[in-house]
Structure formats: structure tokens, C-alpha cells
């Protein structure tokens, strides 16, 4: 059975603070992984697609990076802004239909 | 570009009521799928549509239900509402079916509140 599982549950960061949050998956071949950003009360917002082992990809202060087991989301210099819960999620090449979320992790940046 | 838009975004039902949500895709997008959060359980997958077709049904009772129209639109149905069954809809929608493709990515909507008292 596919599953994610994202760590920390919470972190909380001073403003410039740099952290990674990781994504550790289990799937019977990967099509694809997903991280997303999810503020309160709202629909999670699309930040990355990962397809394979050593690819990376940045958005502004973000970095995602991809290995065989996990995924991390690296955080650089973060902004009180950039506070919201975390998601990855994974399709697996199998089950393609389905995506998998994981729980999310809940940043919290403090000016 | 217009994003996935749910409607409505805020309901409050009474236990035994049904309930319909609707959303509307991403201009082009022919898949449609729908999720249940809950701050217990995360993002659990309800269905997904293409063409018409409901492809995908995730481990939710028959009281959840969806339909899918020939302009991609797509609304969900809830029989008979239970308690339990207070949480955040998301629709998202992308261009293919998901099978179809590799990392074919889904955009969210806001989502629909629902709260059953």
C-alpha cells in the first residue's frame, strides 16, 4: 500500500531561520511527487512536481529535491509569509489514479 | 486564467439533509476529483471524473456521490448527512486523467465548508 509520511508535524522558525521538512514515501513506483502549500481555511496551492532520483526544482525562497525514499523541502532565509501547512503527495506509476497525501507539516515563522 | 471554483464556499446542514457542491474546473481541464479534509483524517481521496465518467472511487459509503457534466463541470452529492461528515471539499481539477500521464498535476479549489450540526 502507498503511504506518506511527512516530518516534523509542526515547526516553528524565526524569521532567517533556514529548515527542511521531509517527505518520506512507500509506493510501488513513482510517477510523480507533489508538494503543495496550504493556508488556513483554503485549498492547498501547487508549488512543485518532482519526477525522479536527483532532480531539483526552486521557487523563491523554496528548494525541493528528490531521492529514492524521500523528498525534502528546503527553506532558505524564511518570511513570516511563507507560515502555512506543508503538503506532499505522491502518484504512484501502479495506482496511478490516486494521489497519496501526506499529513502535512505546519510551519510557523516568527518575525 | 480562471483557478477551480467551489460553490458554495460556506454551508451548515442539519444531520439526515443532503447536500450538492459544485465546482468548476481550470479552463481545459477535463479531470475532475474531489477530497474530504478533515484535521484528523488529512486529504482523503473521494472520486474522480473524466469525460463523464466517474474513473476512481476512494473508500467513502455510497451516501457520497458525484457527476460530472459534458462542459467538465462537477458536482458531489452527501445523503442523508452525519455528523462526521463536517469537513472541507476540495475540488481540483487537471488536464488529463491522472492514469494517463506522468505527474499529471491537480490545482485546488478554495474548497466548501460544511458544517452539520
Known amino acids: 500500500e502507498d503511504q506518506v509520511t511527512q516530518s516534523p508535524e509542526a515547526l516553528r522558525l524565526q524569521e532567517g531561520e533556514s529548515s527542511s521538512l521531509n517527505c518520506s514515501y512507500t509506493v510501488s513506483g513513482l510517477r510523480g511527487l507533489f508538494w503543495y502549500r496550504q493556508d488556513p481555511g483554503k485549498g492547498p496551492e501547487f508549488l512543485f512536481t518532482l519526477y525522479s532520483a536527483g532532480e531539483e526544482k526552486e521557487k523563491e525562497r523554496l528548494k525541493a529535491t528528490l531521492t529514492k525514499k524521500e523528498s525534502f523541502l528546503h527553506i532558505t532565509a524564511p518570511k513570516p509569509e511563507d507560515s502555512a501547512t506543508y503538503l506532499c503527495a505522491v502518484q504512484a506509476v501502479v495506482d496511478g489514479q490516486n494521489f497519496v497525501f501526506g499529513p502535512g507539516t505546519r510551519l510557523s515563522v516568527l518575525p | 486564467k480562471a483557478g477551480v471554483t467551489q460553490t458554495p464556499r460556506y454551508l451548515i446542514k442539519t444531520r439526515g439533509q443532503q447536500v450538492t457542491l459544485s465546482c468548476s474546473p481550470i479552463?481545459?481541464?477535463?479531470?475532475v476529483s474531489w477530497y474530504q479534509q478533515t484535521p484528523g483524517q488529512g486529504l482523503q481521496f473521494l472520486f474522480e471524473?473524466?469525460?463523464?465518467?466517474?474513473?476512481n472511487k476512494g473508500n467513502f459509503p455510497g451516501r457520497f456521490s458525484g457527476r460530472q457534466f459534458s462542459n467538465s463541470r462537477s458536482e458531489m452529492n452527501v445523503s442523508t448527512l452525519e455528523l462526521g461528515d463536517s469537513a472541507l471539499y476540495l475540488c481540483?481539477?487537471?488536464?488529463?486523467?491522472?492514469?494517463?500521464?506522468?505527474?499529471?498535476?491537480?490545482?485546488f479549489g478554495e474548497g466548501s465548508w460544511l458544517t452539520v450540526v
Open positions: 481540483a481539477s487537471s488536464r488529463f486523467y491522472r492514469a494517463s500521464g506522468s505527474g499529471n498535476t491537480i490545482y
Open positions: 471524473y473524466f469525460s463523464e465518467t466517474q474513473r
Open positions: 479552463s481545459g481541464h477535463r479531470s
